[in-house]
C-alpha cells in the first residue's frame, strides 16, 4: 500500500502549548511560588510544580496551597495571575526544533493553531512575544469564561470548526494524559510530545498511539496514525 506524507491527510494541526510548544516551567513556578510567599505558605520546586500544570490555573491553585487553608487558593490565583502576566516569558522559549517544525508545516500549507487551559491572555501574549504577531498561527485560543477547559471537547472543536476543517483533517499535538483524553473526547488523531512535561512512557500508559521524541520528528510520521 502506498503510503502518504503528513499533510496529505491533516490540513489542521493543533497545539497545545505548556510542555509543547514552548518550556515554561520555571516561569510558571517563579510566578506560583511570589504568590505564595505573599500568603506565607511554602513554595515548591520545579519539579513540584509540574506535577500541577496542565489541567488549569485553577487546579494548579487549589493544590498548591497547604491542605488546612484551602479556601487561600483564590488569593493564590489572584497573585499568580497579575505577577505571571508580567514575568510569563523571563526564561521561557520555544523548545529546540519547535520554530522550524512550525514553519515547515506552514510551508506545506497546513494550517496551524493553539489550543490550551492557559488562560486566554496569557497564551495570545506569549504566542505574540515569541513568533509575532499573525504569523504563523491561525487561532490561538486560551481558558476563559466561554468554555470549559481541557478535556472538555468544546474549546478544541470551536477552533476546529471556525477554521474549517473537519475531524478527520485534523490533529492535536500535547505532552500531558489531558491532552491525550482532549483530542479523543473531540474524535480527533493525536500525537504525545515526549519532549514536555510527562514522557514517552507516560503518554503511552496514557493511551497516545503515537509520540514523538523531538519536533522535526512530525514531518516523517506517515498515515498509519490512528484515532
Known sequence: MEQ??????????AFDLDGTICDTLK????????????????????????GLIGKS??????????????????AVRDGFLED???????????????????????????????????????AKKMIRLLFGEGTLFSRVQGQCADYPVKPDPTMLNVVRESLGFSREETLYLGDMDVDIQFA???GLACVGCGWGYRGEAFLKEAGAKQVISHPLELLDIWETIHQ
Not at 27 to 50: C, H, K, M, P
Not at 60 to 73: G, H, S, T, Y
Not at 94 to 119: C, H, S
Request: net charge neutral; with cysteine; charged share 25%.
Open 84 to 122: 505571571y502576566a508580567e514575568h510569563l516569558c523571563d526564561t521561557t522559549v520555544p523548545y529546540p526544533e519547535m520554530p522550524e517544525m512550525l514553519k515547515a508545516l506552514k510551508a506545506r500549507g497546513i494550517t496551524l493553531a493553539v489550543v490550551t487551559n492557559k488562560p486566554d491572555p496569557h
Open 4 to 13: 502518504k506524507t503528513l499533510e496529505n491527510r491533516f490540513k489542521l494541526v
Open 57 to 74: 490555573i485553577v487546579y494548579m491553585c487549589k493544590n498548591a496551597v497547604p491542605k488546612d487553608r484551602p479556601e487561600a487558593w483564590t
Open 27 to 50: 516561569d510558571i513556578a517563579s510566578s506560583l511560588n511570589r504568590a505564595l510567599e505573599a500568603q506565607g505558605f511554602a513554595t515548591y520546586s520545579d519539579d513540584g510544580v509540574s
Open 184 to 186: 479523543k473526547n473531540a
